[in-house]
């Protein structure tokens, strides 16, 4: 008689395909983050990932839910910095500009349109950014009106800047050049006229 052959868990962990999750979300949209595609991407076996996740949904909110803390933990430390709102605002812009950044935040703003739960966890996180600008443009001594009107412009900007860098090849405005933009926005809404 044969010895049955203990199961034995796949070499790759659940990170792994978190992270090709990932890489998939942002190179191609949340349709192709699929089992297969993932599968090959890794090299491994379909039953590789129903070792560790019961379906394609359960990686999916897995993601999402990485994404998530890990936007809110950016958002906590940088709001217990103890710098100056240059040093706060310059952290902000630069990881705006980041282009794999740009990426991920496009592949998310599309997923958002597909899916109410994504919508409204996305929406969250877009709240807590603009209330991070609020927080530097007070601390540069905006009122708290023009403070939130110049966080929601700020946003868009950023927004449109993501959006614009990951669909034009021939779009070069970089980070310096985003951070550029953005505090001459500032500056010019620090004027007297404009608090």
């Not at 979300?25 to 560790?52: C, D, Q």
């Not at 709001?79 to 040093?87: F, K």
């Not at 996305?122 to 991070?132: D, G, L, P, Y």
């Not at 009106?145 to 021939?170: F, N, Y």
């Amino acid at each position: 008689m044969a010895t049955a052959v203990p199961i034995r868990p796949s070499p790759l962990q659940p990170e792994d395909w978190i992270q090709a999750g990932f890489s998939q979300l942002s190179a191609h949209g949340v349709e192709t983050v699929r089992v297969e595609i993932l599968a090959r991407n890794l090299g491994a076996t379909k039953g590789s990932f129903y070792w560790h996740f019961k379906d394609r949904e359960e990686l999916l909110l897995r993601i999402l839910l990485r994404w998530e803390t890990a936007e809110v933990q950016w958002l906590e430390e940088a709001s217990e910095l103890r710098s100056g709102a240059a040093v706060r605002w310059a952290r902000f812009v630069a990881r705006c500009a980041d282009p794999e950044r740009a990426r991920l935040e496009a592949a998310l703003y599309a997923w958002s349109r597909q899916d109410e739960r994504v919508a409204s966890r996305v929406a969250a996180i877009e709240t807590k950014r603009r209330a991070h600008v609020v927080s530097v443009l007070r601390n540069v001594g905006f009122t708290l009106s023009a403070a939130e009107k110049w966080s929601e412009v700020a946003w868009l900007i950023c927004l449109g800047w993501m959006d614009k860098a990951t669909r034009d090849p021939e779009f070069r405005l970089g980070h310096r050049e985003l951070g550029e933009f953005l505090s001459d926005l500032i500056l010019a809404a620090s004027a007297p006229a404009h608090r």
